[in-house]
């Protein structure tokens, strides 16, 4: 209880203390950017030091009541140590406060002592760096030999700053990196997945999502190191999304779960159906946009991905019925196969999300077919798991729900009867 009181008042007196620090820095040096990674406070000058030190002592009054409860000696004692100075906070109690702060905070705190330095970089496993506007590029050179423990690691950008070098420092350092998300990150070149490729084997989440200019080498390059991927997002890797790289993937990535593959133009059949030979745990694929695949690559995940619970064909206009019938045949085989082992579970299995929108060659029967055997799918209203926008042909289509619930109004009788 006492150390939860205790983070508490610390975290109030971080915020304060490293907004006073940044207004002092910013008033000695006015070229120098917010967002840049701050030096070690140590040793930068007598001032800065007393700054934080008066800082210090004011939250010792304002939260202890001048050193008069649970204080010794002008100090904080816990646990029979007396906290004096900032550098005498346990690391335990640190890092609990580190965990309670923005990740623009925790980067100031890592700047205070070399101390802190050390416990932070240490201790911290996750961090987004998406609040950085203007100079995340160089941040990351500056934190990524520091943050080695890191784990998960968010770089996503509103306008392109991260460039190669960056990507081959974190790939040097991070290596225990499972989580990256780079999405459009437009300056990036292949040089970025080599890196990634030699040096965070252990990635299982990776977005990639804009990053236009890598090429299907690149990526087939990564897939063939970096083989614990289970969640990978290509969206608008026009480049690098071609039939090669997915059939790197299927064969170097038998753990992949999910796959954005949105608006990717060149892939085709060949890339999906080795997909589906390569990757049977496959829950989650979108492939919206993608205008070259046919039947033939939704009959391939029908047969080989039982586990297949959404998928996106938006605007997939050479999607035909044979691709419904497929999916409900194996539906049908797949609980007959399934159903001593699930006992009763079968209607968990199965799609639950399809976007089927501007699919317009297909054909009321073979979609209500669908619709029956998969009961997750709804066309109802609130859920909609079911997306046939643009498809004016099935408006007759409905779920067992939607069905039941114009029943049920129909049985009442008229109010003037």
């Known amino acids: 209880m006492v150390l939860v009181v205790f983070s508490l008042y610390f975290v109030v007196l971080l915020k304060f203390c490293f907004f006073y620090l940044l207004i002092f820095q910013l008033s000695m040096t006015e070229t120098r950017k917010k967002e840049t990674f701050p030096r070690e406070m140590a040793g930068e000058g007598k001032a800065r030091s007393e700054d934080l030190n008066l800082c210090f002592e004011k939250l010792m009054m304002l939260a202890f009541g001048g050193g008069k409860s649970g204080s010794s000696e002008g100090g904080v004692k816990m646990e029979g140590a007396v906290i004096t100075e900032w550098k005498d906070i346990p690391v335990e109690l640190l890092l609990r406060i580190v965990s309670l702060v923005d990740d623009r905070t925790v980067i100031m705190a890592s700047g205070v002592c070399s101390g802190w330095r050390d416990a932070i970089c240490m201790g911290l496993t996750h961090l987004c760096l998406s609040w950085c506007k203007n100079n995340m590029n160089n941040l990351v050179l500056s934190l990524a030999p520091k943050f080695t423990k890191l784990q998960t690691l968010v770089l996503r950008q509103d306008k392109p700053q991260l460039e190669d070098h960056a990507v081959e ?97 060149n892939v085709g059949d060949v890339g999906v159906m080795s997909l589906a030979f390569g990757c049977p745990d496959l829950r989650t694929l979108d492939l919206c946009g993608c205008v070259c695949i046919t039947d033939d690559s939704v009959i391939a995940l029908a047969n080989r991905c039982p586990h297949l619970r959404s998928l996106g064909l938006y605007y997939c206009r050479n999607i035909t019925d044979r691709a419904m019938y497929s999916l409900v045949h194996n539906r049908v085989k797949n609980k007959l196969s399934m159903w001593e082992s699930m006992k009763g579970r079968c209607d968990e299995e199965g799609l639950r999300s399809l976007n089927i929108s501007q699919c317009t060659a297909l054909t009321p029967p073979a979609v209500q077919a669908l619709c029956d055997s998969f009961p997750a799918l709804h066309t109802c209203s609130g859920r909609h798991s079911l997306v046939m926008s643009g498809c004016l042909n099935l408006t007759s289509v409905h779920c067992v729900c939607a069905v039941q619930a114009h029943r049920s109004a129909s049985s009442f009788p008229h109010p003037a009867h």
């Open 169 to 265: 420092t974190i790939a040097s350092y991070c290596h225990d990196l499972q989580d990256l998300d780079l999405s459009k990150s437009f300056k990036l070149s292949d040089l970025s997945l080599y890196a990634l490729a030699h040096g965070c084997p252990n990635l299982t989440k990776l977005n990639i999502s804009g990053c236009t200019a890598f090429s299907d080498a690149g990526l087939e390059f990564l897939t063939e190191f970096c083989r614990k991927l289970k969640i990978l997002n290509l969206c608008g890797c026009v480049k690098g999304a071609t039939d090669r790289a997915l059939q790197g993937i299927g064969r170097n990535c038998s753990q992949l779960q999910s796959l954005n593959l949105g608006w990717c133009e």
